[in-house]
T-cell receptor
Framework: IAGITQAPTSQILAAGRRMTLRCTQDMRHNAMYWYRQDLGLGLRLIHYSNTAGTTGKGEVPDGYSVSRANTDDFPLTLASAVPSQTSVYFC????????????FGQGTRLTVV | GQNIDQPTEMTATEGAIVQINCTYQTSGFNGLFWYQQHAGEAPTFLSYNVLDGLEEKGRFSSFLSRSKGYSYLLLKELQMKDSASYLCAVRDSNYQLIWGAGTKLIIKP
């Protein structure tokens, strides 16, 4: 693994099903983030974690949950998917120092039908 | 509320110069970032400004005026591969990134 990896790359999911999007980083970054990106809108923060063992809600957390059991992994779970959750999901990580940028995974394209 | 504004789309000619503007209103300021995002790909980091002035990095430069809540990204000697979306993001007082919707840049030969 080099950098930050998401799985799956894409998924078609039936409404009402449960789904976990996986995210793993090997940069030992303390902060991790989940965003969704929809056409015409900026990246919107779903949940974040500033350090292992802690999580926080972002701008659009409803219908999503996260956990941060260790530094490397930050899975995002949709408990019961709905069509409005159709989006491209990006996981990102950063060192959270002032002048450090966030690094992004390649994204997961999720379609809920 | 917090807000980042940038033009939705711009068109420029190969070899020319283009300036993409970004204005922001956020709860606090801890730096401004520019990212490039090609269609179907993840955003990648271009530049970071925390103090007023110009930061130059090859063909790309970024300017910041904190008093005006304003930044621009300047791209020189445009190449076809520069066709992408350019995202402006501000780190607020909680160290969260607030993102603009992005500017789609179309380069014509």
């Amino acid at each position: 693994i080099a950098g930050i990896t998401q799985a799956p790359t894409s998924q078609i999911l039936a409404a009402g099903r449960r789904m976990t999007l996986r995210c793993t980083q090997d940069m030992r970054h303390n902060a991790m983030y989940w965003y969704r990106q929809d056409l015409g809108l900026g990246l919107r923060l779903i949940h974040y974690s500033n350090t292992a063992g802690t999580t926080g809600k972002g701008e659009v957390p409803d219908g999503y949950s996260v956990s941060r059991a260790n530094t490397d992994d930050f899975p995002l779970t949709l408990a019961s998917a709905v069509p409005s959750q159709t989006s491209v999901y990006f996981c990102a990580s950063s060192d959270q120092a002032e002048n450090t940028e966030a690094f992004f995974g390649q994204g997961t394209r999720l379609t809920v039908v | 509320g917090q807000n980042i504004d940038q033009p939705t789309e711009m068109t420029a000619t190969e070899g020319a110069i283009v300036q993409i503007n970004c204005t922001y209103q956020t709860s606090g300021f801890n730096g401004l970032f520019w990212y490039q995002q090609h269609a179907g790909e993840a955003p990648t980091f271009l530049s970071y400004n925390v103090l007023d002035g110009l930061e130059e990095k090859g063909r790309f430069s970024s300017f910041l005026s904190r008093s005006k809540g304003y930044s621009y990204l300047l791209l020189k000697e445009l190449q076809m591969k520069d066709s992408a979306s350019y995202l402006c993001a501000v780190r607020d007082s909680n160290y969260q990134l607030i993102w603009g919707a992005g500017t789609k840049l179309i380069i014509k030969p």
